[in-house]
């Protein structure tokens, strides 16, 4: 069996790994490299592998750093078949038909031919197989797959891979314990290898019972100014998660105060997902809402269609306004951003991981100045963030959720920034005494 990393190496987004084994070559997720620009440069670079000589893909979840490069993929000849849960299918397509309107705005705007269109992201579909939990499938004769339960985010799944007498598990990405929403990731008792993400690799995330806390804080201080919030989030799980807390908040509160606006198309598709996915959503929640309302949708303002969305700037303040994308590279986050940055009476949050690059990240580092849309934007807001939102897994969770499997001769790091991928690495030769690789982009190893 030979793996061979082409993305997400030393960095968090782009994931793709190629599997060759039994005289198959078996992709690892095919995710979107994700910078400032929508559509970074490498994205559009040819596959350093023939597409058509692929046999199977297998995506561990929706993300679009997981996902986000199918289309092209397909568009490059693959006809092989791509294996992911029920969840994981329909969140894709949902992910991968709003990347591709933003790609195509912004191949519009910077005058070149877009990555992908509407057709190759419907052959993306029409490939898929859905596969449950905890079922072990031999996908070729001699290789076996099996997916398990990852709690990253709904579908999200870790893969356990048999061939050539190794059994190789892949993370895909690790959820954060105790996820509101999703039962926690199924422990493996083991494995030959471990393809393990790393994106919190190095850090602790603060206590989760600190988040509903927080944000109520954040929402208060909203109030108390009659200001503006913005939280930029993540269509998938995150709006999710604050659409629960938020629902808790006002409940607790009885609050006729802040409106709230839901400004995601995107995150108000995802959550219908959600809605017709109960088995997929923990025990604890489905039994406090057997009426699968798991949002309170019914206090919010949803805004849809472009109009709608316009309709928020002459809303009374105070109000709180959730739209993507989460780490602001795009989406009806910017347009809000420029209207309500300037003013220090607003406050944005942040609730997830914000990539090296993103006008997010710029933000939330500090920086006073920042352009959106080629206008300069003065950052006079407040700026907070609850880390503890975070679906990733963090240090002590990886080292345990790793340490619970037998028989490990390697972990191979990937899906993270270098600084936190050396301190897991170091963590786990410590408490494991197993080696720990950081692989580089194109690095192949024999297993
Ligand atoms: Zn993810």
């Known amino acids: 069996m030979r793996v061979t990393f082409y993305g997400a190496c030393r960095e968090v987004t782009g994931s793709n790994i190629l599997i060759e084994t039994d005289g198959r070559k078996i992709l690892l997720d095919c995710g979107f490299y994700q910078g400032y620009n929508l559509s970074e440069k490498r994205n559009y670079s040819l596959f350093p ?47 991968l038909e709003d990347s591709q309107k933003l790609i195509e705005e ?3 705007r910077d005058n070149h031919p877009p990555l992908y269109n509407n057709q190759d992201v419907r052959g993306v579909l029409e490939l898929f197989e859905v596969i449950p939990y905890e079922e072990t499938l031999e996908i070729s004769p001699g290789v076996k797959l099996t997916l398990k339960n990852a709690g990253h985010i709904l579908g999200s799944a870790v893969t356990i891979l048999e061939a050539s007498g190794k059994r190789l598990v892949y993370t895909s990405d690790l959820g954060n314990t105790p996820s509101m929403l999703l039962e926690p990731p199924k422990f493996i008792d083991f494995a030959d290898y471990v393809i393990c993400e790393s994106t919190y690799g190095g850090k602790e995330h603060e206590e989760p019972s ?52 839901l400004d995601s198309p ?7 997902v959600f809605r017709k996915y109960p088995e997929f959503i923990n025990q604890k929640v489905r039994l406090l809402h057997q009426d ?48 309500y940055l300037g003013d220090p009476k607003n406050t944005i949050l942040f609730a997830g991981y914000q990539a090296a690059g993103t006008i997010g ?82 690095e192949s190893y024999e297993l």
């Open 266 to 272: 995107l995150a108000t598709k995802v959550t219908n």
């Open 49 to 95: 592998y023939k597409p058509d000589s692929v046999d199977f893909v297998i995506v561990g979840h929706a993300h679009l750093d997981h996902t986000g490069r199918l289309p092209k993929l397909v568009r490059d000849g693959f006809k092989g078949r791509i294996f992911a849960t029920a969840p994981t299918k329909e969140l894709t397509e949902l992910v």
């Open 361 to 442: 990240r710029r933000i939330l580092d500090g920086e006073k100045e920042v352009r959106i849309y080629g206008k300069k934007v003065h950052i006079r807001a407040g700026i907070e963030s609850i880390r503890s939102y975070s679906s990733h897994a963090d240090l002590p969770q990886l080292v345990n959720w790793l340490s619970k499997m037998k028989n490990v001769h390697k972990v191979f790091l990937v899906h993270g920034e270098i600084e936190q991928q050396s301190s897991l690495a170091k963590s786990i030769k410590q408490k494991m005494a197993i080696e720990a690789v950081i692989p580089r982009q194109e």
């Open 292 to 339: 699968n309302n798991f949002f309170g949708l019914e206090r919010l303002k949803i805004t849809l269609t472009q109009e709608e969305s316009q309709t928020i700037d002459e809303a009374p303040e105070p109000k709180v306004i959730i739209a993507g994308s989460g780490m602001m590279n795009g989406g009806r986050i910017l347009y809000h951003a420029q209207k």
């Open 210 to 261: 600190r988040r509903g806390e927080k944000l109520s804080q954040v929402i208060n201080a909203t109030i108390a100014t009659s200001g503006v919030l913005l939280i930029p989030s993540f269509a998938v799980e995150r709006t999710q998660e604050l659409l629960h807390d938020i629902e808790d908040f006002c409940t607790i509160n009885k609050c006729e105060k802040p409106t709230f606006f």
């Open 106 to 108: 912004e191949s519009r």
